[in-house]
């Protein structure tokens, strides 16, 4: 499967409202506000920058008020000044941290991959602050793709080995790599450019800590405590190599510790399914905010 090919590869390696940006005091994020009505919250992935929600923010903007969030150290934006820790955890923290003083009743979130693994935690964590979930192409621990038996100790050595190498990578090789990885991640040949121009903008350092925290995560002990509804849309494609049926199972046993779960494949999609299937995606995003 994609996400698989993805993190093996990185081993190698307008609105009806104008839009306002707001700067966070804690910087791990910026966030563009776009839109009226109910709230909604969009969290890229790894090394994504927050226009791979462009379309799906032109969609949803006429009915809702769309909160498009910017990654501190992702796609050219500034890291986080003098920080060598996680990035994943400490980002939920402060989206959670801005629900709440803006105001914000009752969010739904969407998130990709690194995105949507910070959506669990909020929903988890926070409970009382998320109106729904989406995850798009999304784990509560990574590590399953390669083993179901796979935890968070016995991951430790492919993390590390990820971690160190795409802090060891020259800038030819991480273009190079980052080659490899978006092929591997977006099936639209002509949305490659711009993804791989994200990855290859972002703070190296981020990336590697991002990408080692989330192979060292495992948040299925957390799901039992989100009460929102949560929708789990995931991708499969022929290419993939793998039966369909596997990359359902993995799927519902991964969120097995969340019964509300309804879960949605769409086919024929890498890991960038807003980019590959974008009618598919919306006709799901819409469904999701209707809470069908």
Known sequence: MRLLHTFASLLLLVAFASPATAQPADRRFTVTVEGSGPDVILIPGLGSSADVWNETAARIRTGHRVHRIQIAGFAGAPAVADDEGPVVAPLAEAIAAYIQDQGLEAPAIVGHSLGGEAALMIAARHPDRVGRVMTVDALPFYLLLFSPSATVETSRPLAESMRDGLLAQT??????????????????????????????????????????????????????????????????????????????????????????????????????????????????????????
């Open 171 to 292: 800038p030819e090789q991480a273009e190079a790599s980052t080659a490899v990885t978006v092929a591997n991640m977006v099936g639209t040949e002509a949305a490659r450019p711009a993804v791989a121009a994200w990855t290859n903008a972002s703070d190296r350092s981020v990336l590697a800590r991002a990408a080692y925290e989330l192979l060292t995560t495992d948040l299925r002990p957390e799901l039992g405590r989100i009460s929102a509804p949560l929708t789990v849309i995931y991708a499969w494609d022929p290419r993939y190599g793998r039966p369909v049926e596997g990359i359902d199972t993995v799927f519902r046993s991964a969120y097995a510790g969340a019964p509300q779960a309804r879960f949605e494949r769409i086919d024929n999609s890498f890991h960038f399914i807003m980019l590959d299937q974008p009618e598919a995606f919306a006709d799901a995003v819409a469904r999701f905010l209707a809470g069908r």
